[in-house]
T-cell receptor, first 119, second 109 residues
């Protein structure tokens, strides 16, 4: 089973509809992220959360909101979807690097993506 | 100037060729340098990780960092069709992680 699970994997919707993308993880990481990926634009950070009570905007948060329901769950909402939100969305997790743990600073663990099409 | 520049053009090479990818960055505070590999319909996965100038090898893969020029490279020797994927550079510093746009690499048998 995947450590970072995204649902749905594919979604087609219409302009103006509310959409929620869900992410759950079994890695036990405190930090969770939502990115969108567009051809030629790479990965862009939408929101991130360093723990359950912490929510931060990324570089492209307009039109999106998030909810951190638990350490393991982080959902992304589009309140009123528009066509230029058509993209591949990724959830990711990470863990801070305490000295001596061997963890790699900046290493993210990604889900398999949710492809959203807004007509 | 973007924090990380990676020319997103696709790259097709014959099997066995050397693949060379590179990124430049603007902020000297960046300390950790990574390459992620992303197969079609999958999320990116960490491929190479380094934090110092010089070369780091892992099998057929070599990551090279030149901090003085703010330039990082990834080389794939003896490329295989299974190396066909998108490769994204990523650089971390000051609690920020910046990604390049990615290069789609196709290795032709």
């Amino acid at each position: 089973d995947a450590d970072v699970t995204q649902t749905p994997r594919n979604r087609i919707t219409k302009t103006g509809k509310r959409i929620m993308l869900e992410c759950s993880q079994t890695k036990g990481h405190d930090r969770m992220y939502w990115y969108r990926q567009d051809p030629g634009l790479g990965l862009r950070l939408i929101y991130y959360s360093f723990d359950v009570k912490d929510i931060n905007k990324g570089e492209i948060s307009d039109g999106y909101s998030v909810s951190r329901q638990a350490q393991a769950k982080f959902s992304l909402s589009l309140e009123s979807a528009i066509p230029n939100q058509t993209a591949l969305y990724f959830c990711a997790t990470s863990e801070p690097r305490p000295p001596g743990t061997g963890r790699k600073t900046g290493e993210l663990f990604f889900g398999e993506g949710s492809r959203l099409t807004v007509l | 100037q973007k924090e990380v520049e990676q020319d997103p053009g696709p790259l097709s090479v014959p099997e066995g060729a050397i693949v060379s990818l590179n990124c430049t960055y603007s902020n000297s505070a960046f300390q950790y340098f990574m390459w992620y590999r992303q197969y079609s319909r999958k999320g990116p996965e960490l491929l190479m990780y380094t934090y110092s100038s010089g070369n780091k090898e892992d099998g057929r893969f070599t990551a090279q960092v030149d901090k003085s020029s703010k330039y990082i490279s990834l080389f794939i020797r003896d490329s295989q069709p299974s190396d066909s994927a998108t490769y994204l550079c990523a650089i971390h510093g000051n609690n920020r992680l910046a990604f390049g746009k990615g290069n789609q690499v196709v290795v032709i048998p």
